[in-house]
């Protein structure tokens, strides 16, 4: 089958589409025939080797997080579903990747999917639905009525992260170039800030968390918003030490981690604003509640590009530059 696959970290990593072995099968796992696949950020990042420590492949890898597809084979111990059913999963973390003709999808992760959804759509949502989830409903703990700032509001993250904030009754603010205010506002954005004009820090205030979407110093700057007792949950870094110790790394990563977010954490305590670093988790259970919001369309999906898979490696390109409005998508199967 083909697959898009890196062949070693570094600066020359040689991605680039490639026949490899159909996956085999654990007794709590599926195959998966993938129609479509959606692209993150960290997509481009793992090649790099940046979370080498981390998420660990056997080379070569596959690229690629998120899928819908097609089941067309189930493990021995597999329940909820069966060869035919339309699913949508995260598999990132997992030492596979979704950007090939087939995908081994652990029973788990996976969650039927949305019926008045197509797989393109489908595919767009896992990593950004689940990333969202986690961040506000679990660690943010988000509450009708509070303030969360969700920079970078236009791309992948923001566009879905806007609408559940919205959904939980929060007030939400947001950084936008000019020509995307109009997009945030239609997706429930109460304040609005085009970072070529105004710096948000000056803009907003009196905000209860911060979902860091964006590298560079706009967490720091984030701090100067917030009320005391506020939440930043990072999605960017710098890495934690109780992000190490969650994931059982050694104790010198447990001191690198530790003093990357010295700085951050520092200056967060001074204005008692908790820090945390917060890497996603494939969930099928979550996917699943996730899904019945975009059923009801509660949620939408926002899409920017749909690339053919022969150029999924130019779709990876095009998302490294950092101007889609939505999701990146490579359709596999049309």
């Known amino acids: 089958m083909k697959a898009l696959t890196f062949k070693r970290y570094g600066k020359s990593p040689e991605i680039g589409l490639t026949d490899i072995p159909r996956p085999s099968l654990k007794s709590d796992e599926m195959l998966v025939q993938v129609y479509a696949a959606g692209l993150n950020p ?19 890898a596959t690229l690629g997080s998120d899928l819908a597809g097609v089941v067309t084979e189930v493990g021995s111990q597999v329940t909820r579903f069966k060869p035919g059913d339309a699913v949508f999963a995260s598999i990132f973390d997992l030492g596979t990747g979704s950007l090939a003709e087939f ?25 950004v639905g689940l990333t969202s989830w986690q961040a506000l409903k679990e660690r943010a703990n988000l509450q009708a009525g509070q303030k969360v700032f969700i920079p970078a509001g236009s791309g992948g993250i923001g566009t ?28 429930g954005a109460d304040e609005v ?4 004009q105004q710096a948000f820090e000056h803009q907003l205030h009196g905000y209860d968390a911060v979902l860091g979407t964006v590298r560079g110093d706009a967490i720091e700057k984030a701090i ?10 990072s999605l ?11 994931r059982g790394l050694n104790v010198l990563l447990r001191l690198l981690f530790g003093l990357m ?36 369309q509660r949620i939408k999906p926002v899409i920017d590009k749909v690339f053919p898979f022969d150029q999924a490696k130019e779709a990876l390109e095009y998302l490294a530059k950092g101007h889609a409005r939505g999701k990146v998508v490579v359709s596999i199967k049309p």
């Open 42 to 60: 960290i997509d481009n990042m793992i090649p790099t080797g940046m979370f080498k420590p981390v998420l660990h492949f056997q080379l070569p």
């Open 224 to 233: 100067d918003i917030l009320k005391p007792g506020s939440k930043i949950i």
């Open 160 to 187: 879905f992260a806007i609408q559940l904030a919205k959904l939980l009754g929060a007030k939400v603010g947001t950084t936008v170039s000019t020509g995307n205010i109009e997009l945030v506002r239609e997706l």
């Open 236 to 246: 960017t870094g710098p890495l934690d030490a109780a992000f190490a110790r969650a």
């Open 103 to 127: 995908a081994v999808v652990p029973e788990r992760v996976a969650a039927l999917k949305p019926a008045n959804l197509d797989f393109v759509q489908a595919a767009s949502i896992p990593m």
């Open 261 to 296: 977010s010295r700085k951050i954490r520092s200056r967060a305590n001074k204005r008692n604003v908790a820090y945390s670093f917060l890497f996603v988790r494939p969930d099928g259970d979550q996917l699943t509640e996730i899904g019945e919001l975009l059923d009801a």
């Open 193 to 196: 800030v085009d970072y070529k």
